[in-house]
């Protein structure tokens, strides 16, 4: 997939921004006045750092939980045969370790679903890295002056912290640029010929990513976590969703799981349990191959993408500067030496928040090709759009743009993780310049946004903007920027 | 002189003999067994040029009285002893492998010790139980290292 750098896109000296806001806006394409809601589905795992206790992804799960605690243990949908499915079967220091509780935690993901009664339950999962202190929602014994159906007495503390020599960033760091599955994912069982039933269990060599942050968050937590009986804490599933979605991260980096069908060929059978009618299962089997491609599976873990053509195409049909999508209130950041009081005053609107939906409407709407539909429903984009932005009548600055950056100022660095890009005055201050009509910015902030989601920065509910001047050296500095608007559109 | 050169050869095949008894000077004695004293230790062959990963067996294992161990896995020559990766027991109970299948295996990325180590000559395998709560000293812990090898990139 060709991608354009969003920096080229802004700047490229400028000329690329400016014949992209050519195409796109002295051209007057069009926004659909209709709100374009994204519908995911899949559904999406989302990090439990970002939720609020009464998130309802963690109210749907306390629901599940205590529904399935009341269940007798010969119910296969209860929380002990859960467990005991865990103590029975789970296969740890083998290539089989990443994909069984894969297929583990989907089954029980659908039965969540089910007792909930929330169609659209998705597993949250617990980043350690972003944050190593055991979820509040686990942590209290009571919730809502109800005993809380997550929390689990046995655990050494309930305010446990794991050790970033085992989950910080610098570690994590270290697994991903593993290239090696048998390396990642633990290796094959010694000595394995065959994809007899036998040899699930059967020992490998653990690799760093399992013996590293996955052995060290159990031990950690102790109590239940400790053993092989571990799912009967309830924060087991929201570790092991972090584990599987680490994983989707290495494959996303182009990393290849082994081609071995000694691997790609073993069937997990008889081991799992979808919820069926009113009180009943149906068995879950399926070969590894068959549990590869999370979104066949009914989930994802972050953000759709588009390929460049058709987020091209969608701007070029449906861009309309007068018929806003989804515009809500911006909220601007403060810069350290220019006066961006201007900026919130003569022609900008009120300070805004821009919110995010995640809700994508039916693609046939748009009438795409079957090819560029399909394409369509597979990814998005998240556009932010700077309007007629009118040049410094003096001196030019450099704009640098954030997301959801607490505190940006002229010296957050451009590797911060919220830096998005940034945009300039092509021209300005100088004689020369174009004094024809305001330029308008694309800015492709969709990488920026799915990264923040990564490292556990909610951004479901509010995307908020910054946009910060920065002095240019060697330019006489601006004292003001004015920009007419700022939107944000999502494909 | 013929009794002074017989003292001379006497005194070299002595000391031949010492050496000989003593090992290579960069060998250590094995000593699989780990407590929180004591780390356990193991000589290896010296890895081939494509070996970057050092395998790890352990045959057994006892937990702590109270708390948790960590074993923290180095490579040494000498006294000289990088460490190339650390790991906690998970299922945490004890374990004894009653045949090598049984084992538990562990593989660490040594790449960065072997550049500043060398693979000229053979190296010791060390691993150190340590406490994972300064407030619980892990007393009874043991662990046994079965064997250790290098390995090259699957």
Same mark, same amino acid.
């Given at each position: 997939m060709s991608r354009i750098d969003r920096r080229s896109l802004l700047q490229g000296g400028g000329a690329l921004a400016l014949t992209a806001a050519a195409t796109t806006v002295h051209a007057q394409p069009k926004i659909s006045n209709k709100a374009i809601k994204v519908q995911l589905s899949p559904v999406l795992r989302r990090s439990v750092n970002t939720m609020a206790l009464n998130d309802p992804m963690l109210e749907a799960y306390r629901k599940a939980v205590a529904k399935m605690r009341t269940l007798p243990a010969t119910d296969k949908r209860s929380w002990e045969f859960q467990a005991q499915i865990h103590n029975n079967h789970c296969p740890h220091g083998n290539w089989f370790f990443l994909p069984w509780h894969r297929a583990y935690l989907l089954a029980f993901e659908h039965i969540c679903r089910e007792f909930s009664g929330?169609?659209?339950?998705?597993?949250?999962?617990?980043?350690?890295?972003?944050?190593?202190?055991?979820?509040?929602?686990?942590?209290?014994?009571?919730?809502?002056?109800?005993?809380?159906?997550?929390?689990?007495?046995?655990?050494?503390?309930?305010?446990?912290?794991?050790?970033?020599?085992?989950?910080?960033?610098?570690?994590?760091?270290?697994?991903?640029?593993?290239?090696?599955?048998?390396?990642?994912?633990?290796?094959?069982?010694?000595?394995?010929?065959?994809?007899?039933?036998?040899?699930?269990?059967?020992?490998?060599?653990?690799?760093?990513?399992?013996?590293?942050?996955?052995?060290?968050?159990?031990?950690?937590?102790?109590?239940?976590?400790?053993?092989?009986?571990?799912?009967?804490?309830?924060?087991?599933?929201?570790?092991?969703?972090?584990?599987?979605?680490?994983?989707?991260?290495?494959?996303?980096?182009?990393?290849?799981?082994?081609?071995?069908?000694?691997?790609?060929?073993?069937?997990?059978?008889g081991q799992f349990f979808n919820p069926s009618g009113a009180n009943g299962t149906t068995a879950y089997n399926t070969t590894i191959a068959g549990v590869l491609d999370i979104l066949s599976l009914g989930y994802r873990y972050t953000l759709p993408r588009f390929n460049v053509a058709v987020t091209v195409a969608l701007l070029n049909k449906f861009i309309n500067p007068g018929d806003p999508v989804e515009r809500i209130p911006l909220t601007w950041g403060a810069a350290a030496k220019i006066n961006v009081a201007t900026v919130a005053q003569g022609k900008l609107a009120p300070p805004q928040k821009i919110k995010f939906t995640n809700a994508i409407e039916s693609f046939q709407r748009l009438n795409l090709t079957a090819t560029v539909a399909k394409q369509a429903q597979a990814s998005s984009r998240i556009m932010l759009f700077i309007r007629n932005a009118e040049k410094p009548a003096e001196g030019n600055v450099d704009v640098r743009v954030f997301v959801n950056h607490p505190n940006p100022t002229a010296d957050t660095s451009v590797r911060d993780r919220h830096y998005a890009g940034s945009f300039t005055f092509f021209g300005a201050g100088h004689d020369h310049a174009d004094h024809g009509a305001n330029p308008s910015y694309m800015l492709d902030i969709t990488d920026t946004v799915s990264n923040l989601q990564i490292a556990g920065i909610d951004l479901t509910k509010d995307i908020n903007v910054q946009l910060v001047p920065v002095p240019i050296p060697g330019e006489k500095t601006a004292s003001e920027v004015k920009v007419g608007s700022i939107e944000v559109a999502i494909f | 002189m013929r009794s002074a050169a017989i003292t001379t050869m006497t005194r070299a095949a002595v000391l031949a003999t010492f050496v000989l008894a003593a090992g290579p000077i960069s060998a250590q =004695?094995?000593? %699989?067994?780990?407590?929180? @004293?004591?780390?356990?230790?193991?000589?290896?062959?010296?890895? !081939?040029? /494509? +070996?970057?990963?050092?395998?790890?067996?352990?045959?057994?294992?006892?937990?702590?009285?109270?708390?948790?161990?960590?074993?923290?896995?180095?490579?040494?020559?000498?006294?000289?002893?990088?460490?190339?990766?650390?790991?906690?027991?998970? =299922?945490?109970? %004890?374990?004894?492998?009653? @045949?090598?299948?049984?084992?538990?295996?562990?593989?660490?990325? !040594?790449? /960065? +010790?072997?550049?500043?180590?060398?693979?000229?000559?053979?190296?010791?395998?060390?691993?150190?139980?340590?406490?994972?709560?300064?407030?619980?000293?892990?007393?009874?812990?043991?662990?046994t290292l079965s064997r250790a090898a290098f390995s090259p990139r699957p």
């Open positions: 929330k169609p659209d339950f998705a597993l949250p999962y617990w980043d350690w890295t972003g944050n190593p202190q055991l979820p509040a929602a686990f942590a209290t014994q009571d919730y809502n002056g109800q005993p809380n159906p997550l929390f689990d007495a046995n655990r050494s503390s309930q305010s446990v912290t794991i050790s970033p020599t085992y989950v910080g960033a610098m570690k994590m760091s270290q697994i991903y640029a593993e290239t090696s599955f048998e390396v990642f994912g633990s290796t094959r069982p010694s000595g394995q010929n065959s994809t007899a039933a036998s040899w699930q269990r059967a020992n490998g060599l653990k690799g760093p990513f399992e013996s590293g942050p996955h052995d060290h968050v159990h031990t950690t937590i102790n109590g239940d976590m400790m053993q092989l009986i571990s799912p009967r804490d309830p924060i087991f599933w929201l570790h092991h969703c972090n584990i599987d979605r680490i994983w989707d991260h290495w494959n996303s980096l182009g990393r290849a799981n082994t081609s071995d069908n000694l691997w790609r060929t073993f069937a997990f059978n | =004695p094995n000593m %699989p067994v780990a407590t929180p @004293e004591r780390a356990a230790s193991l000589t290896v062959a010296a890895p !081939a040029p /494509a +070996a970057i990963f050092l395998d790890v067996w352990i045959k057994s294992y006892t937990p702590p009285e109270q708390g948790q161990v960590e074993a923290v896995v180095s490579l040494a020559v000498g006294d000289n002893a990088l460490e190339v990766g650390r790991f906690t027991f998970f =299922p945490a109970g %004890p374990f004894v492998a009653r @045949e090598a299948r049984e084992e538990r295996g562990y593989r660490f990325d !040594a790449s /960065a +010790a072997l550049a500043k180590l060398g693979r000229d000559k053979p190296l010791t395998i060390r691993v150190a139980l340590l406490a994972a709560d300064a407030a619980k000293p892990p007393r009874g812990a043991t662990l």
